[in-house]
């Protein structure tokens, strides 16, 4: 895990946005590649190593709305099938936030359609990371309530950065938001399933 950090180090939160399927010059080629389909999510991808850093890039709070969730299942997607892509490092771009969670918007005045739309975006994005057949790992670099706290939990690993002003955790009942049943029984309450 360690090893994987440093990786995440070496790769560096340096990434040039914008592209799809880029190769770094001269002599990284076919070695380093970033995607992202609409800058929301960025990912490095380091084929010498098999480690992606994928992160989340949706300022001001990284806000998982429909968009962002889309492209982060697309992402994982393209990962899982790269046979060199082996782990998985999962952070924020953004200095002081990993995630802000759920953006409450997609569930205010919106139709039933499109709330439906919007949680089985969010039901997806869980499942990817929760079912991924890499290793994963959550950087939590900032602050983490709600969604940022199980997109954590859903890692195989995590470590966070080392502040006392970050938080992590799960709010969402303080906002009327009931977690899911298929996120409590599977992650929450996992001895339901041993
Ligand atoms: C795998 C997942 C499966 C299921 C999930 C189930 C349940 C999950 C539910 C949720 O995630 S509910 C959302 C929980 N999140 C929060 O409660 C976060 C609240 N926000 C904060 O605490 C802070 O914003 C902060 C993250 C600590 C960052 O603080 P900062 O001072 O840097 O920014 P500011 O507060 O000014 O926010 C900027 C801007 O963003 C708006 N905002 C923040 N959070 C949300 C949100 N969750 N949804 C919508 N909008 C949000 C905030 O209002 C500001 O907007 P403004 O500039 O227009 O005022």
């Known amino acids: 895990m360690a090893a994987l950090l440093k990786q995440s180090a070496r790769l560096g939160l340096s990434g ?55 492209e982060f299942a697309i992402s994982m997607e393209k990962l899982e099938l790269d046979k060199d892509c082996k782990g998985l490092i999962l952070t924020s771009s953004l200095s002081k936030v990993f995630t802000a969670g759920l953006d409450i918007m997609e569930m205010c005045g919106k139709s039933p359609e499109h709330v439906t739309e919007f949680w089985r975006a969010v039901q997806e ?54 977690a899911p049943f298929w996120l409590v029984t599977r992650e929450l309450r996992p001895s339901l399933f041993s």
């Open 16 to 70: 040039r946005h914008g592209q799809v399927f880029c190769r770094l010059p001269w002599a990284l080629s076919f070695q380093r590649y970033m995607f992202n389909a609409n800058k929301k999510i960025l990912v490095e991808m380091d084929k010498s190593t098999g480690v992606a850093l994928m992160k989340m890039a949706n300022p001001p709070v990284n806000l998982l709305n429909l968009e962002t969730l889309t």
């Open 125 to 178: 994005m869980w499942l990817k990371l929760y079912g991924s057949n890499l290793v994963t790992i959550a950087a939590i670099n900032g602050f983490s309530p709600g969604a940022g706290c199980l997109m954590a939990l859903a890692c195989d690993y995590r470590i966070m950065a080392d502040n006392v002003k970050y938080s992590i955790g799960l709010n969402e009942t303080q906002l009327g938001i009931v």
